[in-house]
């Protein structure tokens, strides 16, 4: 094993060949973009979150399928040895698995010949101060790959819990370039997992519960220098809007809301930080991403919109310049940060028109479909009947047409408010099945009162100001504190949910589905199902060591598919149980929500992998023994 | 919809006897998002709450001093990643810890 602990104060300086000095300065091109397109269509990856820049999370695989996926055992499994929210997935790139875990965010590669050996480990040795800034659990959603050019090898990036972003070669793990994104004095940290576009990496922040003010930043893979930051407020020019922004949709707003939809400096403050996730389509040379939750939670304490916060983006992904922005929640009150999973699809409109759709489960309970050409509003559906702080979206203008009964505001307290501030969705990454043009949610179901209180800013503290009380949403069992979560099949074109089961606990971490007709997800209380994806029948489950909130990926190895999940509860709604919280409003409210994970499993954390009757690297015993010559 | 004005939409409400009165600036409903001063500049305060939160029993008193502590510290960032990546690309090595970075013409 080449070990590469990484020890700032003692190891500074990280040698490479001299002739790298050549290769840093290359002119980029889309040529290692071109090679990542093909290797993400191949079953035997899994190159970024969503497996594909459609970011939907459905592999044309059917070696398992409804009819055998009773069959499905363990082959292989792996401990990291660190025991919080293991969120988001593994990747899966040429024979190797790449596994990330919460901090301090160690990264593993293995063989996917002989799992059981590891080819080498990156082991960052990061200020135990970070955690202290962490919202919500240490948690990390991921890695991301660049496939190398010739002279500058294959890249595995990671973000660190301490803001920093980091580039190992994906052959020896070893650091190739490491830079700061986020300074944890002031409250921002580093959850979210980076995304490759041609041959930049893209990273977000994390940090709105401190009042960090959002930003994106493009690097350049090869070098680590910066190309754009785009942020969620302020100026036009810092928030990169093009002299076009928003010219299909004028309703939405366009120049000068940055500032101008906050009171005084408060847009400094203001949060918006994008933590979540990526999509990309090569067509309109976009990606697109979601920006978080303005700051603080007390909407009291900043009047106005509060422009860019809560709003699905479409940028260039070479220059950063916002082409679309769409606020789905303007003027926050019950933090619902917008940053959740975008899915792209090629769908016929109820017109009958073909459109290219970005679809994008909302915290606030409306699921938004856009024409991610020009952001024109297609659908807003609730993911549920029991959404209740707005009563509709205006698909003229876009605006949500708030029910003033569940607003929230100082010397008020807010009851009965559904979604809850975790949302009827969140982290979890979804997926859609193109051939029957459904997406499957995995989705919460939590309602919640709130009380706003005053409080000052100071950097790098918490900067919240509400008290709140979580509990299962109308359609769960709040004596028992169980039915927190459903799993759901939705049309985006009709609005039409063809199926739902309820869950016990929230379905946080999200869904991949097949073209074997299945679509799999892992339980907070540590069960990966498999459902049909016609009719969610339940098929299939295993009882993993401890509870899910990442995705399950599938791959194929040698001509056997198998099926791949992180376990290790935590998270928001397990940050009671990782850190031994009982005050049921602790944990922003998830504590007294989630007061009976504990008698269903125990912190974990690792990976575990399943295929057909079990087969895989050890069928034959020999594989991996120690050979005495 | 209905784009108003900014007086209009701040416009109150008083009822008394049947009369209808524009009392400027208390707003006359509760805040549903549909009364805009303009796109994407649709907030009005909760009835009997103030329109500016400065001046009032809920401003915050931010501390410029404080607020502007995050554009120092991504400055900070900028100029030491800066120093890195520039002589990553002179001299295809790279050193995280800046005091360790040589100094010279490059």
Known sequence: MKKTPFRRRFLTSISVLATLAAAASVTPTAQANDRLIELSKSNENWVMPGR???????????????ENVKELRPAWSFSDGVLNGHEGAPLVVNGKMFINGPFPNRTYALELDNPGKIVWEHNPKQSASARAVACCDVVNRGLAYWPGDGKTPALIFKNQLDGHLVAMNAETGQTYWEIENADIKVGATETQAPYVVKDEVLTGTSGAELGVRGYVTAYDVRTGEKKWRAYATGSDKDLLLAKDFNIHNPQYGQANLGQTTWEGDEWKIGGGTNWGWYAFDPGTNLVYFGTGNPAPWNATMRPGDNKWTMTIFGRDVDTGEAKFGYQKTPHDEWDYAGVDVMMLSEQK???GKLRKLLTHPDRNGIIYTVDRENGDLVSAHKIDDTVNW?????MKTGIPIRDPEYATYMDHKGRDI???AMGYHNQGFDSYDPQKQIFLLGANHICMDWEPFMLPYRAGQFFVGATLSMYPGPKGNRQAAEGLGQIKAYNAITGEIKWDKMERFAVWGGTMSTAGNLVFYGTLDGFLKARDTRTGELLWKFKLPSGVVGYPITYEHKGVQYVAIYYGVGGWPGVGMVFDLEDPSAGLGAVGAFKNLQRYTKQGGGVFVFS?????????????????N | MKWTSLISSAAGLSVAAGLTLF???VAMAAYDGTHCKAPGNCWEPQPGYPEQGIGSKYDPHHDPKELAKQQEAEDQMDERNAKRVRYFKSWGQFIYDVNKIPSGPK
Do not use: F, R, W
């Open chain 1, 349 to 351: 409109d109820s017109t």
């Open chain 2, 23 to 25: 009392t400027a600036p």
């Open chain 1, 52 to 66: 594909t820049y459609d970011a939907d999370n459905y592999s044309p695989m059917a070696q398992i399928n409804t």
């Open chain 1, 612 to 628: 057909l009757g079990g087969h895989g690297p050890y069928d034959d015993p020999k594989v991996g023994e120690y050979d005495v």
């Open chain 1, 418 to 420: 559904c979604p809850a």
């Open chain 1, 390 to 394: 707005v009563k509709h979206v205006d």
